[in-house]
């Protein structure tokens, strides 16, 4: 049997920053005659604060006060602090905290790192409503979060996790990486945040020109705009500010995205200078954070949700609905909604067939789902949806009609649309990304072909496409996409490159290395790196591979930042930093299991196999209902002659989630080894219902049916894989062989 193990490809993770509070952004639509800006230079510029503002702008001023940009930080005092400090205490899996208040500061004695009771001071508060959060002064530079947070509504203390059982020294732990403030916070909560992460002696020296999400936040740095206005003479050109009245819909809704969107940080910090995916990696429409359709499941914080939306491609922007200063929505109800959907229709029963000033006629209750995040915080899709009951009852995505009506079945809902509303739906993205997931990876194809869908739609698709079995054929006809107009579908096809280890494609790279955007030119980068392909001396490698190089050391306080340098490591034939990097992703997190699973593979080519053992045991101890771990144990086990354990978890890894066509295929292709052709069907027919059409799962069941002497059946699995791939000389062959045993029998 040929070597498994050195087909198996390396994780590649690309990790996504995770803020703590969301709040929805909002940016003024105003049509009247604005001045005309010229550019300065960047550099000008420098932040002097937001009173500067005031004296100018105090209408625009005092509606920032009190919002949640205002609110989203603040020195924890008598004024800032909601909570009740006066002795409470509360329990949460054994662990109880006790806030108390002394010498005029607020403390709270709880569990820390070492598993121990410590009193700890309370330094800042993060955010207001609905909850509020605490923030902890830790050595070395970091702020940490507590997990036990204030319902600011409700009137009393939670836990983020309540479902949780979190050990102190984990990293979804307050005193762990999910909830330290200086990486996963901080960008998004406090005016130009400068991290200062130093990856070598794990020291934040983290710096804000305010606490909060000021004027400067936004508009940018205004000591050139201030400068002009207090002149005497103010003739000339007024400096351009970042945000300003008038901006394109798209423009303002990337600069919105900086905060408002799931993703990695590119940059060292952000420098108000060139376009969101200058600075950052927006996280794709992907699992765990979306369901297939698109729809929101983890928290998003609104980009991505929002620019799959007809409104965003009609140049709706976030301004439209919410008022710019103050965040608050600019009508009521569905008062808000009419302003553009003006048919009188909409909001009557004949629309959407439900009682009148109900709930259940609220059009955000069909069109903007939702889901409660951390606790208390419930927050809407954006993406703003018609129901699909039938994609619901056909592929088990969630839809607005049995959120509510949760006593029926998706096809009772599905049924009602039909009848009230016909049974045509309108084309959507979401149709085709399902059937690539559930059906045929040509579903994939259709949205990332057509220009007309979503762009982080298309990009979602072509990262899902590559994840698929798929021919060199398939791989050429992506290259066309690296010159689309669409930033995100530039860097998904570098990337579905680099993942295929396919042939070379050097040439049609390279030209992305001098893309006019910064996170394309890093994928080109990174594709030749773990290509292992020689460009020391080409001048737009270098430039940005710097680029590259930097992303990669200004992430190394996460797991994931590490688990990158690792990979870049291995790329370079530099194994002994590659382990040293695998391991320090796992000491940040102890349930990284992604550099875990390399770790160990990367032990096995080094011809230690007891540790690798060792290590996909703890990957199975964490995660018992994780397929590619037993799948991994199995294939180690086949390599060292073990067929008793190869059997056991390769038929263990054909049973557990996510279902994988190579644990089938292994599994049915190690009982074949020992002629057990009866079972290997059973194994067939269950991978080729997760996986139908599969060229690999058909064509060994027509072997096991030959060995079986079931030709007709083997013949016209052999006739359809001839249609499938009528090019494959292994079909043709198998096809005449099945033929000519007919004949002599």
Known sequence: MNSFLNNIKSYIL????????????????????????????????????????????????????????????KLADSVSILANFNNTKFTHKGVTSKFYKKDGDFYVNTQGEDGKYHEYKIIYTFGFTPLQQYIVKFPDGKYQCLLTAWDSVKNKWFHLQPKLDIHHEEWMNWTGGSQNWNTMCADCHSTNLHKNFDGETDIYKTTFDEINVNCEACHGPSSEHVAFYEKEDQTGTPPKMHMET??????????????????????????????????YDPQLLTSPTYFEDGQILDEDYVYASFVQSKMYSL?????????????KLKKDGNDLCLTCHVPANYNTPKHHFHKENTEASQCINCHMTGRIYMGNDFRRDHSFRIPRPDQSEKYGTPNACNGCHTDKSAKWAADFVIEKYGDERADHFSDHLLKGYHENKDGFKDVFSNENYPEIARATAINQYVNRAIT?????????????????????????????????????????????????????????????????????????????????????DFASGHHQKALYYQAKNNTEAAIKSYEKAIKIDSYYNMSRMNLALLYYQLGEPKKSEKLYLKVIEQEPDFALSYYMLGLLYNELGDNENSLKYLKLSSEREPASVNSFYNYALKLQGI??????????????KEFPNDE??????????????????????????????????????????????????
């Not at 140049?315 to 965040?327: E, L």
């Open 246 to 279: 008038g901006m394109d819909s798209k423009e303002l809704v990337q600069k919105c995205a900086r905060c408002h969107s799931r993703r990695a940080q590119i940059t060292d910090f952000y420098d108000y200078k060139g376009h969101f995916l200058d600075h």
């Open 472 to 556: 060199e054929e398939d791989v050429v006809n992506l290259l066309s996409y690296l010159k689309d107009p669409s930033i995100l579908v530039r860097t998904e096809t570098v990337r579905a490159l680099e993942k295929t280890q396919l042939p070379n494609y050097s040439n049609n790279v390279m030209p992305l290395l001098q893309d006019s955007l910064r996170i394309v030119r890093i994928a080109a980068a990174r594709y030749f790196n773990m290509a292992k392909i020689d460009m020391s001396t080409n001048e737009d490698f270098k430039k940005a591979n710097k680029e590259y190089l930097n992303q990669l050391d200004l992430n190394l």
């Open 315 to 327: 140049g709706v922007s976030c301004r439209d609905c919410h008022d710019v200063h103050s965040m």
């Open 14 to 73: 690309t990790f996504s920053g995770i803020l703590l509070i969301s709040i929805t952004i909002s940016c003024n639509n105003n049509n009247t005659k604005t001045t005309k800006y010229t550019e300065i230079e960047p550099v000008a510029s420098t932040f002097v604060g937001g009173s500067s503002c005031k004296t100018c702008h105090e209408s625009e001023y005092n509606s920032w006060k009190d919002s949640h940009h205002d609110q989203a930080m």
């Open 696 to 745: 690999r799962l058909l064509h060994i069941k027509a072997i096991a049916l030959v060995n079986l002497n079931k030709l007709s059946e083997a013949y016209q699995i052999a006739v359809d894989l001839t249609k499938i791939n009528p090019n494959n000389p292994n079909y043709q062959q198998l096809l005449q062989n099945i033929q000519v045993t007919i004949q002599n029998n």
């Open 675 to 688: 002629k057990d052709y009866k079972e290997s069907i059973l194994v067939l027919n269950k991978g080729l």
